[in-house]
């Protein structure tokens, strides 16, 4: 770490030497080495063309990401075949059936377009997979999610969802989702945000109860989901529904009876949060469910906003009980790993949730970085409270009320904020930049030129990504560990998460393999150059 830091502007010199001068000025942007408080860095643009990115598309953040996970819902994916398989069967998204209920997650539904299709328009083959899907399967809910092509010729899938809807009963939501839209994934969760928000929640007004949380940006990958539900539910929450992992459409829609939203993804939900919390009145918290210090502190965080002494102190009993289960096999990960440095380059949020968990087992985290977050994920962002009429009780002073012709707006003075703050443990989004050590490197849509290059100056013991880049870093004699499906395994979240990953990760590391390969540049002379005149 400390030699990155002294070396630091020759590290960036060499790592974008090869860079014609005007993609140079642009990458700098997206690069920052972290040296106190109040740095910028550029986020959420377009990719160089040419550049390999692994970002993926639009489609992914709306149907693969946040629309998929429903477990109720049959999701016809409008296009070609492989968009369909790539935003299903590489996603870990688990579910179950409610009592009574249905689960198609194991079904990959799409209309197949051919070139025929893109000719003569897909509408006529969409409606008849809706038939086919109401004939066979009687689902709740349908999603149709449009990819590039049905784009490109101009389908209307709003009004193939209305007619359909309309004739067969069941309701159907279309999303205009296209790949191409937007820079990277981002763009579909905002799509897929609003037309849940839209047509979903508020839609289901069943009673609650007591203490009732909702989860929001949680997906239930190597299900996580049920980790975390297993011990918010052990501490006395009533979980009204996760956003979106392991759902059902049903819940989603009684999401605005619950008193607070607990956010793990920001990326991928904080329209949502922010929706429902001007819409509904209901604060959200930003959480972290990984890594044992970052779970304990959300439960405690989330246990101070009820207020309630029974629930406060039923949290840290859970919180005893469950960390005494696998505090030996954390120690004992640290005991190897201590020392070892790591990469992570993830979506939208997972490069910030897993640093603490890493630094509990031994693990710095060296480089970081996003495909896709914006600015706000990595500079943090100011959570301003929500405060709903009756904050009197709340002992917060000086708040003015005012009212055009039809609005109440609420006007709090800066310098009751934080004050406010501490009063309704309202955590503000940190970002990943906050928790890390001076030194060390934030990138920004890191490329595979990038990652190469990283490796061979840095030589980190864990590279923590996705499976674009997985196996040429295994090449390079590094392991690597998909930090989006994790491969086969999971969960990784709350306690007994935490020690799989412990688990994991150290036979990922310590496994002999490593040493029977050797790095290229050990092997071969590389060819290098300058690309003129570009
Ligand atoms: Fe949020 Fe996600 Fe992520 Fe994301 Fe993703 Fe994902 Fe990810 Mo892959 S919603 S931003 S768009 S935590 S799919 S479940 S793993 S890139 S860090
Ligand atoms: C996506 C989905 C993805 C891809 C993961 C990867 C996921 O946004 O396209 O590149 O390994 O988590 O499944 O992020």
New binding site residues.
């Given amino acids: 770490m400390s030699e990155l830091k002294k070396n630091a502007d020759k590290f960036l010199d060499d790592l974008m030497e090869v860079y014609p001068a005007k993609v140079m000025k642009n990458r700098k942007k997206h690069v920052v080495v972290k040296e106190g408080a109040g740095q910028e860095i550029a986020a959420n643009t377009r990719t160089v063309p040419g550049i390999i990115t692994?970002r993926?598309c639009c489609y992914?953040?709306c149907k693969?990401?946040v629309i998929g996970p429903i477990v109720d819902m049959v999701h016809i994916v409008h296009g070609p075949v492989g968009c369909a398989y790539y935003a299903w069967g590489?996603?870990r998204n688990k579910g179950k059936a409610r009592e009574g209920g249905q689960n198609f997650l194991n079904y990959c539904f799409t209309t197949d377009m051919q070139e025929s299709d893109i000719v003569f328009g897909g509408e006529k083959k969409l409606k008849k997979a809706i038939e086919e899907a109401v004939e066979l399967f009687q689902p709740k809910a349908i999603s149709i999610s449009a990819t590039c092509p049905v784009g490109l010729i101009g389908d209307d899938i709003d009004a193939v969802a209305r007619e359909m809807s309309e004739k067969t009963g069941v309701k159907i939501l279309s999303f205009n989702c296209e790949g191409y839209k937007g820079v990277s994934?981002s763009a579909g969760h905002h799509i897929a945000n609003n037309k849940l928000m839209k047509e979903v929640v508020g839609t289901n007004d069943s009673p609650v109860g007591k203490f009732s949380i909702n989860l929001l940006g949680e997906y239930n990958i190597g299900g996580d989901e049920w980790e975390i539900s297993r011990v918010l539910s052990k501490i006395g929450y009533n979980l009204v529904t996760t956003m979106t992992g392991n759902s059902t459409i049903d819940e989603i829609a009684n999401a605005h009876k619950s008193d607070l939203n607990v956010v793990q993804c920001h990326r991928s939900i904080n329209y949502i949060a922010d929706m429902i919390e001007e819409k509904y009145g209901l604060n959200w918290l930003k959480g972290n469910f990984i890594g044992v210090e970052n779970f304990s502190k959300t439960l405690r965080n989330i246990a101070r906003y009820f207020g309630d002494e029974g629930l406060i102190a039923r949290t840290e009993e859970v919180i005893a009980e469950e960390v005494a289960e696998i505090k030996d096999t954390l120690n004992s990960a640290k005991e190897k790993l201590n020392g070892k440095t790591a990469v992570l380059y993830v979506?939208g949020s997972r490069a910030d949730h897993y640093q603490g968990l890493l630094r509990e087992i031994g693990i710095e985290t060296i480089v970081a970085g996003y495909e896709f977050g914006h600015r706000d994920d990595y500079e943090g962002r100011d959570v301003i409270p929500y405060i709903k009429l009756d904050a009197d009780t709340r002992n917060i002073e000086e708040i003015t009320v005012e009212k055009d012709e039809k609005n109440y707006s609420l006007r709090i003075p800066a310098d009751k904020v934080d004050e406010l703050k501490k009063e309704m443990p309202i955590a503000d989004y940190e970002g990943l930049m906050k928790n890390m050590a001076d030194g060390s490197l934030i990138i920004d849509d890191l490329n595979h030129y990038e990652t190469e290059k990283i490796i061979e100056i840095l030589k980190p013991e864990f590279f923590g990504s996705?499976?674009?880049d997985k196996y040429i870093v295994h090449k390079m004699g590094t392991y690597s560990k998909?930090m989006?499906?994790y491969d086969y395994a999971g969960p990784y979240a709350g306690f007994k998460g935490a020690a799989n990953f412990a688990k994991d990760v150290e036979a990922g590391i310590l496994t002999p393999a490593w040493s029977y390969l050797t790095p290229p540049w050990n092997k071969e002379p590389l060819l290098k150059g300058k690309v003129e005149g570009v």
């Fill in positions: 692994n993926g992914a953040g693969g990401v590489t996603r994934q979506g996705g499976i674009k998909q989006h499906s």
